[in-house]
């Protein structure tokens, strides 16, 4: 292979790898993304994955995110229904 030729794959590498972040920035510029979510690494992460697949993946993260908060919500109101006295508890510290 020629060191032109390399250059280009390269270049080219380096420019679906942008897309990807640029996709993946998009997908999740209106949901609160945790700061430990390295966006340039799951960029390099799904190399060949189409923009359909990480749409649908940042999707799925999403109202993963959204059942899990929702599964947690209903626990505190069971565990405040049944002891009211647990209510004065910052949940923000409590695991359930």
Do not use: H
């Not at 420019?15 to 997908?27: D, H, N, P, V």
């Not at 993963?64 to 647990?86: G, L, S, T, W």
């Amino acid at each position: 292979m020629s060191k032109m030729a390399g250059e280009s794959e390269s270049n080219l590498r380096k420019a679906f790898e942008e897309s990807r972040y640029k996709i993946l920035q998009a997908c999740l510029r209106n949901s609160p993304v945790c700061k430990d979510v390295n966006l340039l690494s799951l960029s390099e992460f799904t190399r060949g994955f189409s923009g359909a697949d990480i749409t649908e993946i940042c999707q799925r993260a999403c109202k993963y995110a959204i059942r899990e908060n929702i599964e947690k919500d209903v626990e505190r109101q069971r565990v405040m229904i049944q002891n009211p006295n647990v209510a004065a508890i910052s949940w923000d510290r409590v695991r359930v």
